[in-house]
């Protein structure tokens, strides 16, 4: 976010220009992406046996996310922990992923004291070489590690390999997506050409929900390139940027309420880490912007709270308390 702050001073603040400069620092940052680079599969899944299973033809799993009851965190109640040799910085970043994620979601993360006996499943965080996680809770209820090393130091790379964790594979192996995306499999080598296969899942994966460019699972366009001038991943939607790692895109967030069971009744309708550049640069509490921030980003914007007073008190419109309610 620190980038943001950056810009604010230098820019005048409208939509189109936020989502500009989104566009721009997302096609940078990718261009140096560590989770693509840590030498496992697809970059940063760490393989064992059970992922191996589901890898290796689990044809009945019908969805992007782990099903099987042993994968999930029981309602969804995430237990972790930190590394003793985690810079404190990263830890505050972590911390920072995690707050993200329960923000925006009904899952609960729970930090435990270290070397605690009493609980037997948990995440520790840890810094190694890059960035990886496991798919999903480990079924043998033991410490699970995920590493937030050097070069992983973002928001939304901390939120991809908690999700990760919490179930899900990249965005672009779906069985889908060869209508959305093309790969250039000229400038893959070999030796990388497994981490672009489609796993056998049915078109109801990812719950329903469209083919998400905007996902933070989703690989950047240079992933794997053998000549890192030239994407190996094309989006058939010109338009489209792909492998942000600001934090959750709007049907991220869906699919992680619906595998966990989340009902929420103040959601932002764009994706959160949109949002959340809006309200870096000040358009929630911008009145030329104010509706749309109110339509579009409420959670991120703090507007639920007047939502429900407005829906209480029905002769004032959210607009018209806003202006009676200062956003902070
Ligand atoms: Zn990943």
């Not at 609960?108 to 810094?127: A, G, L, M, R």
């Not at 590690?145 to 070069?151: A, L, Q, V």
């Not at 981490?195 to 990812?206: A, E, H, I, T």
Request: glycine share 6%; charged share 25%.
């Amino acid at each position: 976010m620190a980038y943001f702050a950056v810009v604010y001073c230098k820019t005048s603040t409208t939509i189109e220009h936020v989502e500009h400069l989104i566009k721009k620092y997302v096609e940078n940052d990718a261009t140096r992406r560590k989770e693509e680079a840590s030498g496992l599969f697809e970059g940063d899944i760490v393989i064992d046996e059970d992922t191996k299973r589901y890898l290796l033809g689990a044809q009945n799993m019908p969805r992007d996310a782990v099903i099987s009851p042993i994968y999930y965190w029981p309602r969804g109640i995430v237990y972790y922990t930190f590394d003793a040799n985690l810079a404190p910085l990263t830890v505050d970043l972590i911390k920072k992923g995690i707050h993200h994620l329960k923000k925006r979601t009904c899952l609960k993360f729970v930090e435990i004291p270290k070397n605690d006996p009493n609980h037997k499943s948990y995440i520790k965080f840890f810094s190694g070489n890059g960035c990886f996680s496991r798919i999903g809770r480990d079924p043998n209820n033991i410490e699970q590690k995920i590493s937030i090393g050097i070069g992983c130091e973002r928001i939304g790379t901390v939120v991809h390999e908690i999700m990760h964790a919490l179930g899900f594979f990249h965005e672009h192996t779906r069985p889908d997506r060869d209508k959305y995306i093309h790969i250039d499999w000229s400038n893959i080598e070999q030796e990388h050409a497994h981490n672009f296969q489609m796993y056998p899942r049915s078109l109801g994966s990812s719950f329903g929900k469209p083919y998400d460019y905007d996902s933070v699972m989703h690989y950047s366009k240079y992933a794997f390139s053998k000549d890192q001038r030239i994407p190996t991943i094309i989006p058939t939607d010109e338009k489209a940027v792909i492998g942000q790692r600001l934090g959750l895109s709007y049907y991220d967030r869906e699919e992680i309420n619906s595998l966990y069971h989340c009902k929420e009744d103040c959601v932002d309708k764009l994706s959160p880490y949109k949002c959340i550049a809006f309200r870096t640069l000040g358009l929630c509490s911008n009145k030329l912007h104010q509706q749309k921030m109110i339509d579009g980003c409420p959670k991120s914007c703090n507007f639920c709270a007047m939502k429900k007073l407005a829906a209480k008190d029905t002769s004032k419109t959210i607009k018209e308390i806003v202006e009676i309610v200062p956003v902070s």
